[in-house]
């Protein structure tokens, strides 16, 4: 509330002998220290998720950072409608936002932009088994994207060289649900930036990458365009830090770095054994993982047999795990063949990698080094990290770690290790092709849990109208039609 002061003269003028006049002085409200960091956010798998593992995503976790470096409690809040979420910003409902946003010259007018956080390219998506698109001019079908996208500004810019260019745009739907129709055969194309659409390839590997509409678009935050000077000149001190730090580099690669290999053929042969193998095993794999995620030992199972417990090698190791035969015999496994023995052989060789590991390597990482030793040995890691470390490299990142380990192949680095030449570059895709399993996993485990709370209530409904034909009958219709209303899982375009 605005305080007034009020200075009321009492004396009388000398020389008229007037009352004295009323002046009334406003004073200026006093600056309320900040104790939330209100963030504006879109759901997707690299922006924003919270399910039972907790909050993920790039933007969460460098907008977490901020908080923390503002010493403050950090509200992310979801929008499904950009509309919503550029209007709140406006309004002062939010700081910030950080949904992976691109930048350009529309929006630039509107807010301020923050540092850049990565670049993407701007592709055009259709089906696998339709024809590729060769020119944006002569499309065999429509376009269509998100209102309030960055795709707009892309088409908008291009229809002045092709003026005969047209499109959809929808306020319904979100990024993930145009993936599901273009794989799906029901819509032609969208537009997406690379790194949605590299990360939705896991899910939907119908999907295909067209030509390049616009390279290198900046994706960054943006905060209010009024009253808002020092919390950007916060960010960017904040941003300088992270920079410094060696934090952007590190969550590109966490969230991005492993998505980059895409295999058609895989990707779906694995889709079908999720729902086909898996599910004679999955009690297994929770059982035995302990303090481990189990869809990372089910991934780790699945890059090492495909899930087949009479796997084999021509180097001879065998079964779910594909275990050498010392390895077998150091965990107590007397048959590599049975599934039972070799998920809990291969759960406690791993655990044992992930404890020999350095205290230095933060518990979020841990994880992929030791898979990397399990696949080439714990004596090569040490290797790669001693290499990283005389390479001025962070030698407890994988992020680093990965670049060196193919340098075990090359001679003039592997005479310099203790354990000598490796298949290093064999570690690297290893580690992120179990990613991408895992990724994966927890993709259809998070699908399943959410329709299974969309389809209980009419489940449970319907067992109390047993005696009412009908009524079951259009509540298994409804059940039908709710399996199309899936909760949007993530926004995904710039």
């Known amino acids: 509330m605005i305080k007034y002061l009020y200075v009321i003269l009492l004396g009388l003028l000398l020389s008229g002998c007037q009352p004295a006049e009323v002046v009334e002085i406003e004073a200026s409200p006093k600056a309320q220290k900040r104790t939330v960091l209100k963030v504006g956010t879109l759901y997707g798998p690299q922006i924003y998720v919270n399910n039972s593992q907790g909050e993920?995503?790039?933007?969460?976790?460098?907008?977490?950072?901020?908080?923390?470096?503002?010493?403050?409690?950090?509200e992310m809040i979801p929008f499904t409608d950009r509309k919503q979420l550029f209007k709140a910003l406006k309004d002062n409902d939010i700081d910030i936002i950080a949904a992976g946003i691109a930048k350009t010259p529309g929006r630039g007018e509107q807010f301020k932009m923050g540092p850049t956080l990565y670049k993407v390219n701007q592709v055009l998506v259709y089906r696998?088994?339709?024809p590729e698109p060769k020119d944006i001019g002569t499309l065999?079908?429509?376009?269509?994207?998100?209102?309030?996208?960055?795709?707009?500004?892309?088409?908008?810019?291009?229809?002045?060289?092709?003026p005969e260019l047209l499109w959809n745009q929808v306020n319904d739907k979100d990024n993930e649900e145009l993936f599901a129709l273009i794989a799906k055969g029901e819509l032609n194309y969208t537009i997406s930036?690379?790194?949605?659409?590299l990360i939705n390839q896991r899910f939907l590997p119908e999907l295909r990458a067209g030509m390049i509409l616009e390279e290198k678009i900046e994706v960054v935050w943006l905060l209010p365009p009024k009253n808002s000077d020092k919390l950007m000149s916060q960010l960017l001190a904040f941003w300088h830090n992270e920079q410094r730090a060696g934090t952007l580099e590190h969550l590109n690669e966490k969230y991005f770095g492993h998505?980059?290999?895409f295999d058609y053929v895989d990707t779906r042969a694995f889709i079908r054994a999720i729902d086909n193998v898996l599910p004679a095993y999955r009690s297994l794999?929770?059982?035995?993982?302990?303090?481990?995620?189990?869809?990372?030992?089910?991934?780790?199972?699945?890059?090492?047999?495909?899930?087949?417990?009479?796997?084999?090698?021509?180097t001879g190791v065998r079964g779910m795990m594909m275990l050498t035969q010392p390895t077998a015999s150091y965990v107590g496994v007397s048959d590599r063949t049975d599934a039972e023995q070799s998920i809990r052989g291969g759960a406690i060789y791993l655990k044992d990698m992930i404890e020999r590991l350095p205290e230095s390597i933060s518990d979020s990482q841990r994880i992929w080094f030791a898979l990397a030793a399990y696949n080439i040995g714990m004596g090569h890691v040490e290797d790669a990290r001693r290499l990283a470390v005389s390479m001025d490299m962070d030698p407890d990142a994988w992020r680093d770690v990965k670049k060196v380990l193919p340098l075990l192949q090359q001679r003039k680095y592997y005479k310099q290790t203790r354990y000598g030449y490796a298949r290093g570059s064999q570690a690297v895709h290893y580690v992120d092709s179990i990613r991408r399993y895992y990724d994966t996993l927890v993709w259809v485990d998070n699908q399943?849990?959410?329709?299974?709370?969309?389809e209980a209530p009419v489940e449970i409904l319907a067992d109390k109208v047993d005696a009412n034909d009908n009524i079951k009958q259009s509540l298994a219709s409804d059940s039908k039609t709710n399996n199309t209303l899936k909760p949007k899982l993530g926004a995904g375009q710039p």
């Open 259 to 261: 998505v980059k290999r």
């Open 448 to 454: 399943t849990k959410k329709m299974e709370v969309i």
């Open 128 to 130: 696998e088994g339709t």
């Open 285 to 314: 794999f929770e059982t035995y993982s302990g303090e481990l995620d189990w869809r990372k030992l089910a991934a780790a199972s699945y890059q090492e047999s495909h899930w087949n417990p009479n796997a084999r090698s021509k």
């Open 193 to 197: 930036d690379s790194n949605s659409l």
């Open 140 to 162: 065999s079908g429509e376009i269509t994207v998100m209102s309030n996208s960055s795709s707009v500004n892309t088409l908008t810019q291009l229809q002045k060289d092709y």
């Open 56 to 74: 993920t995503g790039f933007d969460y976790e460098m907008a977490n950072r901020f908080a923390d470096y503002l010493g403050v409690s950090l």
